[in-house]
């Protein structure tokens, strides 16, 4: 399995971006798939996740608190893709964004290369 992270770059305080997160290869379900990033000189923290085929039928999200509906999560069968969509954008989401898969089923964990934001006041 390999994560493919994409979409990063450049944008002002209160654009938006769109990140995708490319999986290939086969994950079972149930999983769980997060947005992770990590800005320099801070841990990494999680910006949301998706839980798919667990106990909760379909999927359930959910985001740290700092998103505060800015961000949206999803996830598209067709592309076997992972998209974050990021609104009203602050100079503090400048961070490295990583995507990762944890497949509970086999209990691996894959992750992508990141992808760099910057924000600009």
């Known amino acids: 399995v390999q994560l493919q992270a994409s979409g990063g770059g450049f944008v002002r305080a209160g654009g938006s971006l769109r990140l995708s997160c490319a999986v290939s290869?086969?994950?079972?379900?149930?999983?769980?798939m997060y947005w992770h990033r990590q800005a320099p000189g801070k841990q990494r923290e999680m910006v949301g996740r998706i839980v798919r085929g667990g106990s909760t039928p379909g999927e359930s999200i959910d985001y740290g608190d700092f998103v505060q509906g800015r961000f949206i999560i999803s996830w598209e069968n067709a592309k076997n893709t992972m998209y974050l969509q990021m609104n009203s954008l602050k100079p503090e989401d400048t961070a490295v964004y990583y995507c990762q898969v944890h497949d509970l089923r086999n209990l691996r964990q894959y992750w992508g290369q990141g992808t760099l934001v910057t924000v600009s006041s």
């Open positions: 290869g086969t994950i079972f379900s149930p999983n769980v």
